[in-house]
């Protein structure tokens, strides 16, 4: 065929082809991703059960207590049309600015461990302001390097403290502000991880001290999250939560961090921010004469030297940390799980992103434009533990021991005059 006869599309002559092919495919990728997207938004959140559901003391199981409580998951989730998807969800909550959201006065409890650790409980309503002893207690766990000051925490505290008839949970939040995090004193030569649970264990049981008739219940984010539900599992039937949500928990720990270690935009994105935060809280906490503090020093962790080690070391560290979530079968409290399948962290619900779940419109206060999904399902959740469940592991709390050596409290038995605690003891000392 005569080059004179191709279709203008084919001509070599037509400088404008690559720009057509490209406009194309870009079209085709938009299509596709709407596509997607409409598919996510009205999609139906999927709920799984535990294959033999636990029965709780009233004779109902935990599946039918879902379906009868929690209607919003029957409901679904939309998210807002203008953050249609996960990565919008996640780098909204992140970076917006929620200042004027959800104001909260705290009042703080500074709690030193015997290992030399502090953890801060913010409490809110303070102690000054008293509720009704059977009112419940709420253990509050932030995310990676957070703190009570975040706005998925304020947010969530102000619904689980306003009045039963506003559709709240009329209790008291205790957010467990971990070691270093949300200005609280880095005394120990360690932070805290999602394999540790004393801190949580620590602020519970002297939650315990202070409101001994009341229910007490768990909400954690994201690494919090994956605190609460360890704590869930490794205490079993003598946890003295009654039953506890947990939001975008990161229970395969190997399975994000190959995931975030993706040479992809976002997943490197994510990484640097949370190696962002990770140094930023490490910061005020070090003395100026710090080697941490120099480029140069040999302190200064480098990643090919991670990957260099021995296949036999990072096999067994990999066997370790993935025999972590192992504990969750051991969980003998009902227990509400909810993650976005567009997580870009933590991969449910269709969308949300990774601590977003933002359904409001884009017009508005901020109140109203920042609403969070979440809330919903979490008090339903909540309200009906309080309400329908007789609290065993508050009769559990109440028969445990308080003794006390000098400024410490030890919980258990066994105590000796230094201060030393077994297994199944703890300990603290109010610092504030």
């Given amino acids: 065929m005569d080059q004179a006869h191709l279709p203008t599309f084919f001509t070599s002559t037509n400088n404008h082809t690559p720009t057509k092919f490209i406009v194309i495919l870009l079209c085709s990728w938009i299509v596709y991703s709407i596509r997607g997207v409409l598919r996510r938004r009205y ?31 029957k409901d679904g989730f939309r998210a807002s049309w203008w953050l249609p998807n996960g990565h919008a969800q996640t780098i909204y909550s992140a970076l917006a600015n929620f200042s004027a959201d959800d104001h909260v006065s705290y009042e703080r409890k500074l709690l030193q461990l015997p290992d030399g650790g502090t953890i801060g409980i913010d409490l809110f309503p303070p102690l000054s302001i008293s509720l009704s002893s059977s009112a419940p207690v709420v253990m509050v766990n932030h995310g990676l390097t957070g703190g009570s000051h975040e706005s998925y925490v304020r947010n969530m505290v102000l ?19 971990f070691r270093g995090c949300a200005s609280t004193p880095l005394t120990s030569p360690h932070l805290y991880s999602t394999g540790s649970t004393i801190d949580l264990h620590t602020a519970t049981v002297y939650m315990t001290t202070l409101f001994p008739e009341a229910p007490l219940l768990g909400v954690g984010f994201s690494t919090g999250a ?13 946890c003295r939560l009654g039953g506890a949500v947990v939001l975008c928990c990161p229970l395969e ?44 020093s040999h302190l ?3 990643v090919p030297e991670i990957f260099s080690l021995t296949a036999s070391l990072r096999r067994r560290t990999a066997r370790q940390a993935a025999n972590a979530p192992c504990v969750i079968w051991f969980n003998d409290r009902p227990t509400l799980g909810i993650s976005a399948l567009d ?25 109203v434009r920042h609403r969070r999904w979440h809330v919903k399902p979490t ?32 919980a258990g038995e066994g105590i000796n005059t230094q201060g030393w ?9 109010v610092v504030t």
């Avoid at 309080?386 to 400024?407: F, I, M």
Wanted: proline share 7%; with cysteine; net charge positive.
């Fill in 43 to 73: 999609g139906s959140i999927q709920v799984t059960y535990p294959s033999i559901p636990g029965v709780l003391d009233n004779g109902e199981n935990c599946q039918q207590l879902v379906e009868r409580s929690v209607g919003s998951l």
């Fill in 226 to 238: 994956a605190v609460m539900t360890r704590y869930l599992g490794e205490q079993g039937h003598r």
């Fill in 421 to 429: 605690y077994g297994k199944a003891e703890v300990g603290w000392k």
């Fill in 343 to 367: 997580d870009p962290i933590v991969s449910g619900v269709p969308q949300g992103g990774h601590l977003g779940w933002f359904d409001g419109p884009y017009t508005g206060p901020g109140e």
């Fill in 159 to 177: 619904w689980l403290t306003k009045p039963w008839d506003q559709g709240g949970l009329g209790g008291r939040a205790a957010v467990v502000n």
């Fill in 253 to 296: 720990l190997r399975r994000m961090t190959s995931r975030l270690d993706s040479q992809h935009f976002f997943p490197r994105l994510y990484s640097l921010s949370m190696a962002h935060k990770i140094l930023h809280s490490l910061t005020p906490h070090l003395l100026p004469t710090s080697p941490l503090l120099s480029p140069s």
């Fill in 300 to 302: 200064h962790v480098h």
């Fill in 379 to 410: 008090l339903e959740f909540l309200r009906a533990i309080v309400a329908d469940l007789p609290s065993s592991a508050q009769a559990h709390a109440r028969t445990r021991k308080l003794r006390k050596v000098g400024d410490w409290c030890f």
